[in-house]
């Protein structure tokens, strides 16, 4: 078909995560510009496959933009060239023919490589699990209206509820800072009622534990929220700051 | 106080102890510059050797000066601290950098701006503050700090590294002066465009107004 193109990668290939990896050159042709990035990795994958070479390891899942499982690094950008998309969204009509596109895995301490593109991301789930959550009852769910929030509340929180726990932010970073991540989170429960029980301990338990981890403190360059796919604003950083500062110099609670 | 040992245990900690004496720096910069700014009333360096007097004896200054030292210091090791600690948290690089796609080069330069103004403080403190405050050398009739002045910039290698030291100046208050609000929780719509503004210009202004002292002792245009 015309206006396919041939195209040369540069992909990181690593076998665990103790071993070192490398930067090796694949060609793919006649892939269409329809193509998803993913699936662009598919047709070269198949291809590898087929003449019995190891195919290359990337995380994918819903294909539509909402999971947050992709995670290329592509010619220096997390999710690629194009703003708020995630690489499954992203297309080969980006790219020329003839391009040569690099391909790197996250690079963070706190996300170790487990194969090629696949990095470990585990260390979001145990900041949640440290006071990303409420804690309520079981039972019947009450009815949604019998708690009032304010139009501008609902808004923040679910601006920055739309985070999807990527780690582009963690990506794009210099520092390697998980900042955006965890004070999406924060900001949101901390603008909702029922986040209001928990909210001094968790900002102080998911700070602790975004430390623990390994990942990197805030320059505030910016380079998180300008990278990331759900455009997840850097005013959450500020709130989760104030919140912490509050926490620890006016919260009477331990 | 151990409610306080959040600010040394936490990155959010530490990330205030910049903020807070970098605001302080930089409050410490308006007065150096208004009292400097004296040398341009032209009158032969009277006013300005008065109000250097002023600051060189004057007891309540002195102390301030201690605080002063202090808040550098605490802004210079952290600074360092962080700078390492971030290293830390990404040992394998990218092959293929970001750069300035997503932020400003300045903005991710603050450790080498720091550093270049750390080598300007080291000879603008040499040149100034040792000679007036641990030497004889500085007194009332002979040799004032205006002629000190005089004497110091009459070299173009001088005028020159202090120009430089203004340029990372500026760009390290460009980033530090909005950031430092960041930090501490101030963003807020109403409010944040104004004070980036400010910062903005604050970052061009006092550079600016202080790289032209040396120039205009260098070419002769304050006498």
Not at chain 1, 197 to 214: L, N, S
Not at chain 2, 145 to 171: H, P, Q, R, T
Not at chain 2, 178 to 183: A, E, L, N, W
Request: positive net charge; proline residues 3%; aromatic residues 10%.
């Amino acid at each position: 078909m015309s206006g396919n193109m041939n195209l040369t990668l540069k992909i990181w290939r690593q076998r665990n995560t103790k071993t070192k990896g490398a930067l090796v050159d694949y060609k793919v042709k006649d892939i269409s510009p329809d193509m998803s990035f993913l699936e662009m990795f598919d047709v070269l994958n198949e291809d590898l496959i087929s003449k019995g070479d190891e195919p290359v390891a990337f995380d994918h899942d819903c294909r539509e933009g909402i999971c947050g499982m992709c995670s290329m690094h592509i010619n220096g950008r997390p999710h690629g060239p194009k703003d708020a998309i995630t690489t499954c969204q992203l297309h080969m009509r980006s790219f020329s023919d003839g391009d040569t596109i690099v391909v790197e895995p996250w690079r963070a301490n706190a996300f170790p490589i487990i194969k090629d593109l696949t990095v470990d991301r585990s260390a979001f789930d145990r900041i949640i699990a440290s006071g990303g959550y409420i804690s309520v009852n079981t039972g019947n769910a009450q009815d949604g209206n019998v708690l009032p929030i304010a139009k501008q509340d609902a808004d923040i929180a679910f601006a920055a509820a739309a985070c999807i726990g990527c780690g582009a932010c963690v990506a794009a970073c210099k520092n390697a800072s998980a900042m955006l991540f965890v004070s999406a989170k924060v900001n949101q429960l901390a603008h909702l009622p029922q986040g209001q029980p928990e909210r001094m301990t968790r900002v102080k338990a998911m700070v602790a534990q975004m430390d623990k981890e390994g990942f990197g403190a805030c320059t505030n360059t910016g380079a998180c929220s300008a990278e990331c796919p759900k455009e997840i604003s850097l005013v959450n950083i500020a709130a989760m700051n104030r919140e912490y500062l509050k926490a620890n110099l006016i919260s009477t609670e331990d | 106080m151990a409610a306080l040992t959040f600010i040394l245990k936490s990155s959010i900690g530490n990330k205030l102890i910049m903020g807070l004496t970098g605001l302080f720096l930089i409050a410490f910069l308006m007065v150096h510059c208004i009292i400097n700014s004296m040398i341009f009333m032209n009158d032969g360096g009277v006013i300005f050797n008065e109000a250097a007097e002023f600051m060189g004896k004057n007891v309540a200054i002195r102390t301030m000066e201690i605080g002063l030292f202090a808040g550098l210091f605490i802004h210079i090791f952290q600074g360092l601290n962080l700078v390492f600690k971030n290293r830390k948290a990404r040992s394998v690089n990218y092959s293929v950098q970001n750069g300035n796609k997503s932020s400003k080069w300045y903005s991710r330069s603050m450790g080498l701006l720091g550093t270049l103004l750390l080598i300007f403080l080291i000879i603008h403190l040499r040149h100034f503050w040792y000679v007036s405050r641990l030497t004889n050398e500085i007194s009332s009739d002979t040799n004032t700090l205006f002629d000190e002045m005089k004497k110091v910039f009459a070299s173009f290698w001088v005028v020159l590294i202090y120009v430089l030291g203004m340029i990372s100046l500026a760009y390290h208050l460009m980033h530090g002066f909005q950031s430092s609000f960041q930090t501490m929780g101030w963003n807020h719509k109403k409010y944040t465009p104004a004070l980036k503004m400010i910062g903005f210009w604050f970052s061009v202004i006092i550079p600016f107004i202080f790289s032209t002292m040396p120039i205009a002792l260098f070419l002769g245009l304050i006498k």
